[in-house]
């Protein structure tokens, strides 16, 4: 009978890293600001990452020629506002989500396109392999989606998304988070990362969150609270940029 893998196990094995990490940049190793893609506290990860080098192309300019495109006239004034995509308001905590795509020496990135999407403020995602027993909102579908401005800024209205449970151990919960995705002139540049909220008391258990064991990288992945950007009587605002590349740079799935 197998042992059934629990949130103690789980807590260990991110201890026992972040003291492997601490250890090893303490004996001269550089700092690191995207994880191992076989982080062990992340099973699936483990399970599903490439075990070989990857295949290099001979024309990779051709693969972005040959691949879909995008342009302003794709992106609607309304995209960016995933409270008025359906006929009624969706549940939940409205929010504001504002921040700027930056390069590795603070310059804005312009005309990006940026994607979100999340769970409901249930903590299930409108999606059809999600089985986890919280309501579903007609009104809320959680993806949303705009272009950056010429100062690198983007903004989003949303709703502040639910935790919920996934399967990599047992009583596993991941914190309320929103994914972002950001392309650069193609589809083929596409970069993803997540946006979490401050204070969240689930972040010490989350071997996702933890995978980032370098400290002020991991915290390059929480939001800020700006009170300033709320508005009065309707939502409460957050400010969160996004750095591409460089020390500064916002942790990225799947590493460089």
Same mark, same amino acid.
């Given at each position: 009978?197998?042992?059934?893998?629990?949130?103690?196990?789980?807590?260990?094995?991110?201890?026992?890293?972040?003291?492997?990490?601490?250890?090893?940049?303490?004996?001269?190793?550089?700092?690191?600001s995207h994880p191992d893609r076989g982080y062990a506290p992340y099973r699936s990860s483990v399970l599903r990452h490439p075990g070989k080098p990857l295949v290099a192309l001979h024309d990779p300019e051709a693969v972005e020629l040959s691949g879909p495109v995008f342009g302003v006239t794709d992106v609607t004034a309304l995209d960016h506002d995933l409270t008025r995509r359906h006929q009624g308001e969706p549940l939940g905590e409205r929010i504001r989500i504002t921040g700027r795509v930056l390069d590795r020496d603070g310059r804005p990135v312009r005309g990006q396109l940026v994607e979100v999407w999340q769970a409901n403020a249930s903590g299930r995602y409108?999606?059809?392999?999600?089985?986890?027993?919280?309501?579903?909102?007609?009104?809320?579908?959680?993806?949303?989606?705009?272009? *950056?401005?010429?100062? =690198? /800024? +983007?903004?989003?209205? *949303?709703?502040?998304? =639910? /935790? +919920?449970?996934?399967?990599?151990?047992?009583?596993?919960?991941?914190?309320?988070?929103?994914?972002?995705?950001?392309?650069?002139?193609?589809?083929t540049q596409r970069l993803i990362t997540q946006m979490y909220f401050p204070g969240d008391p689930l972040f010490a258990y989350d071997p996702i969150l933890q995978s980032v064991t370098d400290d002020s990288a991991r915290r390059r992945l929480v939001a800020t609270y700006d009170h300033d950007l709320s508005t009065p009587e309707w939502s409460l605002g957050y400010r969160w940029d996004i750095v591409l590349d460089g020390p500064a740079a916002t942790w990225i799935e799947e590493g460089r």
């Open positions: 009978m197998t042992t059934p893998l629990t949130q103690g196990r789980i807590s260990e094995e991110i201890a026992e890293q972040r003291e492997a990490y601490a250890k090893a940049v303490a004996a001269g190793a550089p700092a690191r409108a999606h059809q392999r999600d089985d986890h027993p919280a309501p579903l909102d007609p009104n809320f579908t959680g993806v949303g989606r705009c272009l *950056t401005d010429d100062q =690198g /800024a +983007y903004e989003f209205v *949303t709703v502040k998304p =639910g /935790a +919920y449970p996934w399967r990599n151990h047992v009583n596993a919960w991941r914190p309320a988070h929103i994914h972002f995705s950001l392309f650069g002139n193609a589809f």
